[in-house]
């Protein structure tokens, strides 16, 4: 069974860095593209980035543009998003999503929900003095 668990959130001042963890089982994960979306109190969830199957291809939204690093490691079968320069604006909960892809070499950077078909649990993200 496809199984995503987020980790890494926590409480940070503005200015901080986490990195945030989603370890996927049960699945292939070179098979499917990989996106971060953050969900705030009250708000619509959003996509923040995805990789391509072959790691090459990132997409960022733009307002974590330059801030927040997506990667991923096949062997350890994990996808990481490295955050930095952290803002209020960035709190919330963030998920990781599994979207199947016959692409190798690309993700959309529309980042739409519903074509992702897998989703962990979230982990919290607060930033604040």
């Known amino acids: 069974q496809l199984q995503l668990v987020e980790s890494g959130g926590g409480v940070v001042q503005p200015g901080g860095s986490l990195r945030l963890s989603c370890a996927a089982s049960?699945?292939?994960?070179?098979?499917?593209?990989i996106g971060w979306f953050r969900q705030a109190p009250g708000k619509e969830r959003v996509g923040v980035s995805c990789?391509?199957?072959?790691?090459?291809?990132?997409q960022n939204a733009d307002s974590v543009k330059g801030r927040f690093t997506i990667s991923r490691d096949s062997a350890k079968k994990t996808v990481y998003l490295q955050m930095n320069n952290l803002e209020p604006e960035d709190s919330g909960v963030y998920y990781c999503?599994?979207?199947?892809?016959?692409?190798?070499?690309?993700?959309?950077?529309?980042?739409?929900?519903?074509?992702?078909?897998?989703w962990g649990q979230g982990t919290q993200v607060t930033v604040s003095s």
């Open positions: 049960g699945f292939t994960l070179d098979a499917y593209v």
């Open positions: 999503a599994a979207k199947p892809s016959p692409t190798l070499y690309y993700c959309s950077g529309a980042m739409r929900t519903a074509e992702y078909t897998d």
């Open positions: 990789i391509s199957r072959s790691g090459t291809n990132r």
